[in-house]
């Protein structure tokens, strides 16, 4: 067994003083049990713990680690610039940059604007969609996850057509009203709620491969439905590639699908390892943006010197040529190895991928929906999870999360994991 003693006299003093203990609510292990360990340095694909412990990271901070933790060219970037000071409060030469690059690498975005968490980007691109088509409602998807703003917090009503309800204690009714939740891959749902609503709907938004509700793919031309029926009815296509911006392509999931979405959000790897976020878009829509239009929103830290140094280093790690291939052949050669051992243990096992993300279901295949999703055998994942970690493998600790792949996850590293899964799919069989 890991030695856990730094970590669990870590954890005892956390949850005396942070809800639960974590600042974030997955860290606490609630859906997997057991307790987290705390980092206490990360490097290349590893994450090591402060009782000495190293684990093979398929977490990467959920996203921006795609280049691999500490990376030397990222290090240097962010010493660079802190020798001449944390914030500034006035702008500087760093934003311009990435607003070039962000804008250059996804050409939907004619305009962007910084913010400080991918929370933060979704807010204020819904803001925007209001504001701009004078409409109220917003659509999202069952499963997929925005961040913790009110409008997002929000659970299907008893049917398709019926309003949103809140999904946490704290949103009001009336707010969770204007969210409508449709089902993920149901085209004609889709169509009929446009039928009912479009010309109330200000925007849909979603997640394009939906990375919280483990990894679920879009049916082939179901973005293209959304971009129709959005046109037809004056309504916004939100694209939140919050988590699949600059990871599945280096144009993000919009490049991958070939999608020209309306609004698009972003944040993680754009940040490198450094709190960010960044919504952008069509130019006749950002421009309605304060100071440039009357729509507000603003940000004491947002475009931060130190996090765009870490972003832009990051984006220049990505930009080398075969970097997403290779991503690729690394998540197939992955998801191969875990279905091949999985088979061999005679356990019902699939896995979903796209470059540099996927999802682990203990079910059969295939999964296109929420639903689907929802049937994989979490307390196996659970299992499964805490055997792994045990054998030095970091996995998502829930069964509804995505896992992510980087560039530093080398051959013998996958190697390793798929023996240590074929170790944990034989005790699942006890
Ligand atoms: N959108 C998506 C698709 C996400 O995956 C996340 C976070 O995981 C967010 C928005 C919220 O980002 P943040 O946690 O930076 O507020």
Excluded at 113 to 119: E, H, I, K, L
Excluded at 133 to 153: A, E, N, P, Q, W
């Amino acid at each position: 067994m890991r030695n856990t003693t730094q970590s669990d006299q870590l954890f005892a003093r956390a949850k005396e003083l942070l809800p639960g203990g974590v600042n974030s609510p997955v860290r606490a292990f609630k859906s997997v049990g057991g307790d987290p360990f705390f980092a206490k340095r990360a490097y290349g694909a590893m994450i090591e713990d402060v009782d000495g412990n190293a684990y093979i990271d398929y977490v990467g901070s959920w996203g921006p680690m795609i280049a691999g933790h500490a990376h030397p060219q990222v290090l240097q970037a962010v010493s660079e610039t802190i020798a001449d000071g944390l914030s500034f409060g006035t702008p500087n030469p760093l934003e311009v940059t990435m607003a070039e690059e962000i804008t250059r690498l996804v050409p939907s975005c004619e305009v962007v604007r910084m913010v400080n968490s991918g929370t933060e980007a979704t807010l204020s691109a819904i803001r925007l969609a209001r504001g701009a088509t004078g409409r109220s409602k917003i659509v999202k998807f069952s499963g997929c996850y925005h961040g913790h703003g009110d409008s997002f917090l929000v659970k299907a009503g008893s049917g398709v057509l019926t309003l949103g309800l809140p999904n946490s204690p704290g949103v009001p009714a009336a707010l969770s009203e204007l969210t409508l939740t449709l089902d993920y891959n149901d085209f004609d749902q889709a169509q009929e709620l446009f039928d009912e609503y479009g010309d109330d709907i200000a925007a849909v938004i979603i997640e394009p491969v939906v990375g919280n509700a483990n990894c679920i793919l879009p049916k082939p031309g179901y973005h293209q439905h959304l971009r129709d029926l959005c046109t037809k009815h004056d309504a916004l296509l939100i694209f939140d590639e919050v988590m699949t911006g600059f990871r599945v392509s280096l144009g993000g999931a919009q490049e991958l699908f070939g999608i020209t979405p309306d609004l698009s959000t972003f944040g993680k790897i754009i940040g490198g390892g450094m709190p960010v976020g960044a919504y952008g878009g069509r130019r006749d829509l950002m421009k309605q943006i304060a100071p440039a239009g009357p729509i507000y929103q603003a940000g004491t830290l947002s475009g931060n010197p130190v996090a765009m140094a870490a972003g832009l280093a990051t984006l220049k790690l990505i930009q080398r040529p075969g970097f997403h291939s290779e991503l690729l052949d690394k998540t197939n050669y992955l998801c191969d190895g875990l279905e091949q051992a999985a088979k061999d243990a005679n356990i019902a096992f699939h896995t979903t991928r796209v470059p540099a993300m996927f999802g682990l279901y203990f079910r059969e295949g295939p999964v296109e929906s929420f639903a689907d999703a929802l049937q994989s055998d979490a307390a196996r994942y659970g299992r499964f999870f805490h055997v792994m970690l045990d054998q030095g493998v970091f996995l998502a600790p829930s069964a509804f999360e995505a896992a992510f792949m980087s560039i530093e996850h080398s051959k013998d590293l996958l190697d390793q994991t798929i023996a240590a899964a074929r170790a944990a799919f034989a005790s699942l069989q006890s």
